[in-house]
């Protein structure tokens, strides 16, 4: 977003806008990982610490889930790029 043709007061304001929407956005991605993994790993709540099996499920499901998400920001963009005529390297 070219935010040089606003003034500085709006360049602040929207700057502010889209670090909360990073933000947001950030929040959501935790959350979404943090339900994920703990529903498909965390089944046995007769002690307060995590099994072995658990934990190594948890690490599986965040490093799964993490590498997901990365690997979908670049295919966006990919496309993003495509769509802005810019070559592939």
Excluded at 50 to 60: A, D, G, R, Y
Aim: glycine share 4%; proline share 2%; with cysteine.
């Amino acid at each position: 977003m070219d935010l040089s043709q606003l003034n500085s007061a709006e360049q602040a304001h929207m700057t502010k806008i889209i670090e909360k929407k990073q933000m947001q956005d950030f929040l959501r991605l935790y959350s979404g990982l943090v339900e994920r993994c703990f529903t498909s790993c965390c089944n046995d709540f007769t002690s307060k610490a995590l099994s072995s099996k658990e934990e190594q499920c948890v690490l599986n499901c965040s490093d799964k889930f993490l590498k997901h998400s990365e690997r979908v920001g670049q295919r966006f963009a990919e496309l993003n790029a495509e769509a802005m005529g810019v070559p592939k390297p």
